[in-house]
C-alpha cells in the first residue's frame, strides 16, 4: 500500500515535465511539492512513531524506490533518512521533541554538515573544531559539499572536542555561518559551510560522536541503494519501450536479437542490485552489530555501484545520440546513477572497506 502511495503520488505530481520546472527553479526544490509529501506521511517514514513518523529501513527502502524512479529532487534523503535519524536513534529527548515532528510535518529540513576538503570518505577526518568557552561551545572550520544544505533550516555539523568527535545543531541563520549554495550535476543542490566562532549551547550536542555517524551514513548507504535501484528498473522499461517504438528499415531495432540480450543483460543486473538493496536493508532494520552492517552495507554500495553504471551506459547507447540529451529522460536517469555512485563512497572505497575487514580478521 505504502509502495502505491508514493508511486501514485509521483506519477500524478512529479511527472517529466513537472520535474523540469523544479529543476529550472534556483536550487531545484519546490516547497509544494515538499508540503505534498508531508501530507501524503512520505516525512514520516522511518521516524519514531511518538513524533508522527511511522516504520523503520524496509518501508525507507520502499519509499526511496519510488522517488528514485520519479527522480524527486526533495531531501528525503538528507533530511528524514540521515537528518532524522540520525537525532531519533541518538538525539536526546527534547531534541527529538523540538526537531522530528517539524520534519513530518514538512517545516524542517535537516543537512549533514561533515564532510571536508581533502577526505575523501573517511568518516574520522575532521579539521573543524569545538572548543569550550562560557559555557557553550565555539565552533570553527568549513564543511564542503553539504548534501541539500542550499534548502536546509538545521545544520547536523561534526567538529573536534577535546575528548572526540561530536555532533552539533545548528542553524545556518546563526552568527558566524556562512553558506555558499550551489547545484551538483544531476540537478539537485548542495552548499559549502563556513564557521567561523559559531556559538553552540551544550544541550544541542547528539549524543554518539562517531559511532553514531556511521550508522546514520550505513543507514542512508542502504537507502541510496534503493534509490538506485528503482533509477535502473525505471530506466530498463523507458528503454525497451524506446526499443518497441523505434523503427528501422521497417521493424522495431528491438527485434534485433543482439539488442534483446543486452537489454536482458541490463535486467539481470537489476535484479541482483535489488537483491543486494534487501540484503543492506536487512542489516540496518535488524541492527546487528557494527562489522557485519558495515561489511553488508559496502558490498551492496559496491556492487550497486557497477550494476548502476552499466545500466546507464547501456541505455544511453541504446537510445544513442538522444540518449545524452537533456529532452529524454534516459539522461537524467544516468546522471543521478553517477552521483549516486560517488555519494558516500564511491566503488573503490567500498571494495577497500570490506579487504580491510578481511585483513583484520586475518591478523
Known amino acids: 500500500m505504502l509502495q502505491e502511495a508514493v508511486q501514485q503520488f509521483v506519477a500524478g505530481e512529479y511527472g517529466f515535465e513537472?520535474?523540469?520546472?523544479?529543476?529550472?527553479?534556483?536550487?531545484?526544490?519546490?516547497e509544494e511539492i515538499w508540503r505534498g509529501l508531508a501530507e501524503q506521511g512520505v516525512l514520516g517514514i522511518g521516524l519514531p512513531e511518538e513524533h508522527g513518523g511511522i516504520g523503520g529501513p524496509v518501508e525507507?527502502?520502499?519509499?526511496?524506490?519510488?522517488?528514485?524512479a520519479g527522480l524527486v529532487l526533495e531531501p528525503f534523503l538528507s533530511s528524514v533518512v540521515l537528518g532524522g535519524g540520525l537525532i531519533a536513534r541518538h538525539g536526546s529527548a527534547e531534541q527529538q521533541a523540538s526537531v522530528l515532528p517539524p520534519i513530518v510535518a514538512?517545516?524542517?529540513?535537516?543537512?549533514?554538515?561533515?564532510?571536508?576538503?581533502?577526505?575523501?570518505?573517511?568518516?574520522?577526518?575532521?579539521?573543524?573544531v569545538a572548543r569550550e568557552r562560557d559555557g557553550r561551545y565555539v565552533l570553527s572550520g568549513t564543511k564542503t559539499v553539504v548534501l541539500d544544505g542550499a534548502t536546509a533550516n538545521l545544520l547536523i555539523v561534526s567538529a573536534k572536542t577535546a575528548d572526540a568527535l561530536s555532533l552539533f545543531l545548528v542553524e545556518p541563520t546563526a552568527s558566524g555561518v556562512e553558506v555558499v549554495r550551489y547545484r551538483t550535476q544531476d540537478g539537485r543542490n548542495a552548499a559549502d559551510i563556513e564557521l567561523n566562532e559559531v556559538h553552540v549551547a551544550k544541550d544541542r550536542i547528539i549524543g554518539g560522536g562517531l559511532d553514531a555517524l556511521e550508522e546514520a551514513l550505513d543507514h542512508a548507504i542502504a537507502a541510496l541503494c534503493a534509490e538506485a535501484?528503482?533509477?535502473?528498473?525505471a530506466l530498463n522499461v523507458a528503454t525497451l519501450e524506446y526499443?518497441?517504438?523505434?523503427?528501422?528499415?521497417?521493424?522495431?531495432?528491438?527485434?534485433s536479437q543482439v539488442l534483446q540480450h543486452r537489454m536482458a543483460d541490463m535486467f539481470m543486473m537489476a535484479v541482483q542490485a535489488r537483491s543486494m538493496s534487501i540484503l543492506a536493508t536487512g542489516r540496518c532494520a535488524a541492527n546487528t552489530d557494527r562489522a557485519q552492517r558495515r561489511h553488508d552495507v559496502s558490498a551492496a554500495k559496491a556492487f550497486i555501484g557497477k550494476a548502476a553504471r552499466f545500466v546507464?551506459?547501456?541505455?544511453?547507447?541504446?537510445?544513442?545520440?538522444?540518449?545524452?540529451?537533456?529532452?529524454?529522460?534516459?539522461?537524467h536517469y544516468f546522471k543521478r546513477l553517477t552521483m549516486i555512485g560517488v555519494t558516500f563512497g564511491d566503488v573503490d572505497h567500498h571494495v577497500g572497506v570490506i579487504s580491510d575487514q578481511i585483513l583484520a580478521e586475518r591478523a
Do not use: C, W
Open 18 to 30: 513537472a520535474r523540469n520546472k523544479v529543476l529550472a527553479t534556483p536550487l531545484g526544490f519546490s
Open 60 to 68: 525507507v527502502m520502499v519509499v526511496m524506490e519510488q522517488l528514485g
Open 106 to 128: 514538512g517545516k524542517t529540513r535537516v543537512a549533514l554538515a561533515h564532510h571536508e576538503t581533502g577526505a575523501r570518505y573517511a568518516l574520522d577526518y575532521v579539521n573543524t
Open 229 to 233: 535501484v528503482g533509477i535502473m528498473e
Open 243 to 255: 526499443l518497441k517504438t523505434r523503427v528501422q528499415f521497417g521493424q522495431p531495432i528491438g527485434r
Open 312 to 331: 546507464g551506459q547501456q541505455a544511453v547507447q541504446l537510445h544513442g545520440g538522444m540518449g545524452m540529451s537533456a529532452e529524454l529522460v534516459v539522461s
